[in-house]
């Protein structure tokens, strides 16, 4: 059965620092894989997506990027954090081609201050 | 633009009442549209989702109804119970994503 990985679970981070968030799917091959943040008492905002190594779509410019460095890992990353980057990040999967069921990684909490 | 909305944002309903949440959505090219469901502090969790052709699906006590026409979707909860209480998003396919709707907050009051 196909798993979700995240990590670290909780991070607290001062304002200007840089930041990794790393994803990565077990048991599928050639995941689309998705990043949201949520902030606190909010909706899901899509941030990025890729259907491939190396093909990320960007869906709202920020000081944010992601990486598809491997087939199942997802990097989410920043040079310089503000405090509106605070939430909940979560990765998601879904399979290529011919479903669209996406599922939930356990999330990342990150705390800017 | 790719938009999905969702009503209300908060919804009260006694025990064993019925819960519905309305959502709408923009592209007509839109065939799949999932529901998760979401405990505080937790990860969405997908509940039912239903395609573009099919109008109704059901799983116990929840339900889902599409209307293409007038790009309409809704989910019912029957016999509502206290764990029902939680955030859920409504959503709708586009291309490689789903846009999801802002969340409705259900109670479900004792």
């Known amino acids: 059965s196909q798993t979700i990985h995240q990590w670290p679970a909780t991070l607290v981070q001062p304002v200007g620092s840089p930041l990794s968030l790393e994803c990565t799917v077990e048991g599928t091959s050639n995941p689309n894989l998705y990043w949201y943040r949520q902030a606190a008492g909010r909706g899901l905002q899509l941030l990025f997506y890729s259907v491939g190594i190396g093909q990320i779509s960007s869906e709202v410019p920020q000081n944010l990027s992601a990486s598809r460095p491997q087939d199942r890992q997802f990097i989410l990353s920043s040079k310089k954090l503000l405090l509106s980057d605070s939430g909940f990040y979560l990765c998601?999967?879904?399979?290529?081609?011919?479903?669209?069921?996406?599922?939930f990684g356990p999330g990342t909490r990150l705390t800017v201050t | 633009g790719e938009n999905v909305e969702q009503h209300p944002s908060t919804l009260s309903v006694q025990e064993g009442d019925s819960a519905v949440i309305k959502c709408t959505y923009s592209d007509s090219a839109s065939n799949y549209f999932p529901w998760y469901k979401q405990e505080l502090g937790k990860r969405p969790q997908l509940i039912i989702d239903i395609r573009s052709n099919v109008g109704e699906k059901k799983d116990q006590r929840i339900a889902v109804t599409l209307n293409k026409t007038a790009k309409h979707f809704s989910l019912h909860i029957t016999e509502t119970q206290p764990e029902d209480s939680a955030v859920y998003f409504c959503?709708?396919?586009?291309?490689?994503?789903?846009?999801f709707g802002k969340g409705t907050r259900l109670h479900i009051l004792p």
């Open positions: 998601a999967w879904s399979v290529l081609v011919g479903t669209y069921e996406q599922y």
């Open positions: 959503a709708a396919s586009i291309n490689d994503k789903i846009i």
